[in-house]
């Protein structure tokens, strides 16, 4: 394949979609950092394309930067941008919509705003990473309070904090499944047992999500909350691409990137 597909990712989601590509079974994947990107020349690279990921790990200065050297791609012709830096929406401002809109049932908000949760049981997470599996579920203002205490023992970083309102999950939260999009071509990932298999319906739904947020690559994760099937994360993280379950659907959908004409 003699056009190229290049992932910018945030310097501590770098390191396993690298190792990835350095295994061999898509030479024509490449890496780079976003710090790397901003010393590139965007005039000096082949047709194909350039997938934007990791939003969620950068400050407003990388983002600036990066949607700069973005939009130095996008002006040639023979490059396709996916996932644009700023406007592309991150997984605070995705959940927050999908729930202002009416069209899921979790709720998140960020430690900092000093809101009282309506809703029980909640989770603490980072907004920066993908929620855990098996997120700690809180269920009351003095489990919350007791979590942020221990939480900010450790030095966690506050403005990173979200809780999120989890309601119908039970003693913990049940197997989920992932949606991943690259490109027109979206992958499920439900390996676990007990995970819910989404219908033709719920998948179209989830796309729609994806193209409200702008997302061309990234993913939903959905899980049973009592009877609601709901969003629970979405993001843009890079490692999605190393799931081992999805490995050659993933490596073909990003080989099928990139404007026609680079096509091999």
């Not at 082949?46 to 939009?71: C, I, N, S, Y």
Request: a neutral charge; aromatic letters at 4%.
């Amino acid at each position: 394949m003699a056009r190229g597909v290049h992932l910018v990712a945030g310097t501590a989601g770098v390191a396993p979609v690298r190792r990835l590509a350095a295994a061999g079974p898509a030479p024509w994947l490449r890496v780079h950092t976003y710090g790397e990107t901003a010393k590139m020349d965007a005039a000096a690279f082949p047709p194909g394309a350039w997938v934007f990921t990791d939003l969620d790990r950068l400050d407003d200065d990388a983002a600036f930067t990066a949607m700069q050297f973005h939009d130095r791609l996008g002006a040639r012709g023979d490059i396709v941008c996916v996932n644009h830096p700023t406007r592309t929406l991150r997984r605070f401002e995705l959940l927050r919509l999908l729930r202002n809109m009416g069209r899921n049932v979790v709720d998140v908000f960020r430690v900092e705003d000093r809101r009282a949760p309506s809703r029980w049981p909640v989770a603490v997470r980072t907004e920066s990473d993908p929620l855990r599996e098996r997120p700690r579920l809180l269920r009351s203002a003095a489990e919350l309070d007791a979590e942020l205490d221990r939480l900010e023992g450790l030095d966690a970083y506050r403005p990173d904090l979200l809780v999120v309102e989890l309601p119908g999950a039970e003693d913990r939260l049940g197997p989920a499944t992932r949606l991943l999009r690259i490109g027109d071509v979206i992958l499920v990932d439900a390996g676990a047992a007990g995970a819910p298999r989404p219908s033709a319906a719920e998948l179209e739904a989830a796309r729609e999500t994806l193209d409200l947020a702008r997302v061309g690559f990234g993913s939903v994760t959905l899980c049973r909350l009592g009877r609601t099937l709901a969003i629970v994360d979405a993001g843009t993280d890079a490692a999605t691409v190393t799931a081992p379950s999805l490995q050659p659907a993933i490596l073909a959908a990003l080989g099928r990137l990139g404007p026609p004409e680079a096509a091999a």
